[in-house]
């Protein structure tokens, strides 16, 4: 296993590919062995090991927690249930009273969690629009925010903030600053390199990559910080199973190739979207014309692999483009929510992940109803060029 000094010796690829294996003084297993056990014996009469119960600590979650933070540049990684419940848990260190400022923009389930917590007095909110840097200077001094959240690039939109800045003027109000880094993973950005304090994933994403488990992971820069959300973890008890944990860990290990294919095959395909005419809009930070551009070129060490457009005409053409994209039985695109798995996805915002959002608030967040978002997966980009083509040729017939 590695020390604490392996996070700076070694690259990305290295350490999630060695995370934890031949670390098993049983039997010398060399992947590591999934603990299961919700129980662990004392050596003796009052004398502990270091795990007792597994809602507060289990090895197999600990092992991934270990594993992320390495790759995040962090102290350790608390595993949840679920992006939502790494979400909740960042979310207890307000206390009644705080408040908290979060994108205007945010993922629909971390807008519904904000919005309950709020009407049930646990913190104060305020949503507010984090790529305006003026703007948020003058709201950070008047309002003084407990905490920051940050989700860059937004979802569906691909708006770029700058984290750097944002944190920057944080600090200078004492606010804490978390950062939602499942868009992109750890591969392409490192929150807390930027200073940032925590950074939460939906490890469902590109982190286990392989659409079958449903998991998060809130990853602190400072023991103090961890210790702290471990406390709450252990107290409402909202850790990740084993078994899960195990599972993301595995795939995980492929996740620097994924992420790297993914983002290439991405760049290709926004290229071949944007000279289409049947589009009316392409949204890839990619392209220099896009406004966050030159930040995410600064801050991204790759423009990731999501791509969201928008279909010309009306509602027939948009519904000829889902229907021959995903409808056929060979289609290369399937029609769902969630993003960063191996198999390429088209979402249609405005009928499923924005949905519960209503039309005008839609409108107002840039958000048509033509809108299509693409999850770009693990198939040759070629394959992917020819489907999208074929569908927008559908789209005018
Ligand atoms: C999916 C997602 C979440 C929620 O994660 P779950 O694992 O579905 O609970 C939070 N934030 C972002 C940006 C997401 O994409």
New binding site residues.
């Given amino acids: 296993m590695f020390d604490d000094t392996a996070k700076e010796k070694f690259g990305k690829s290295t350490l999630i590919a060695r995370a934890g294996i031949d670390s098993d003084p049983a039997h010398g297993s060399v992947t590591p062995p999934v603990f299961l056990s919700t129980n662990y014996s004392f050596y003796g009469y009052s004398k502990k090991r270091p795990y007792d119960y597994a809602r507060g600590g289990n090895p197999t979650r600990d092992m991934l927690g270990k594993a992320l933070a390495e790759l995040e540049s962090g102290y350790h990684g608390v595993i949840t249930a ?4 790494a ?1 909740d848990l960042a979310f207890q260190l307000l206390e009644t009273d705080d408040l908290l400022i979060a994108p205007h923009d945010c ?1 629909a ?2 807008y519904r969690l904000l919005c309950a917590r709020a009407w049930q007095r646990h913190f104060r909110v305020t949503f507010a629009n984090l790529t305006d840097g003026d703007r948020i200077e003058e709201l950070f001094t008047s309002a003084k925010p407990a905490m920051v959240l940050i ?1 860059t690039p937004s ?1 569906p939109l691909l708006r770029i903030t700058d984290i750097a800045r944002v944190v920057s003027l944080a600090k200078k109000v004492g606010a804490r600053t978390a950062v ?1 880094n ?2 992109l993973s750890p591969i392409l950005q490192k929150p807390l390199k930027l200073g940032a304090d925590i950074v939460i994933h ?4 590109y982190i286990n990559g392989h659409s079958d488990v ?3 992971a809130v990853i602190s820069a400072s023991k103090e910080l961890h210790e702290r959300l471990a406390w709450w973890a252990n107290c409402v008890g909202l850790a990740g199973a084993p078994f899960d944990s195990f599972l993301t860990l595995r795939g995980a290990r492929t996740m620097p190739l994924r992420v790297g294919r993914q983002t290439e095959s991405a760049g290709a395909i926004a290229e071949f979207l944007r000279k289409q005419p049947g589009i009316d809009a392409v949204y890839y930070p990619g392209f220099k014309t896009h406004p966050g551009h030159d930040i995410a070129a600064r801050q991204q060490s790759g423009f990731g692999a999501m791509i969201s457009l928008e279909i010309k005409g009306g509602e027939k053409n948009l519904r000829a483009f889902l229907e021959t994209l995903t409808g056929a039985e060979d289609s290369l695109f399937s029609l769902a929510e ?2 960063g798995g191996f198999e390429s996805l088209a979402a249609h915002p405005a009928t499923m992940t924005h949905a519960e959002m209503d039309p005008e608030a839609r409108r107002r967040a840039g958000i048509g109803d033509n809108l299509v978002r693409l999850s770009i997966g693990l198939e040759e980009a070629d394959d992917l060029c020819a489907a999208l083509g074929q569908a927008l040729e559908h789209a005018y017939q």
């Fill in positions: 679920s992006g939502m419940a979400l993922y389930g971390t989700e979802n939602d499942t868009f939906s490890t469902t994403k449903v998991g998060g969630s993003l």
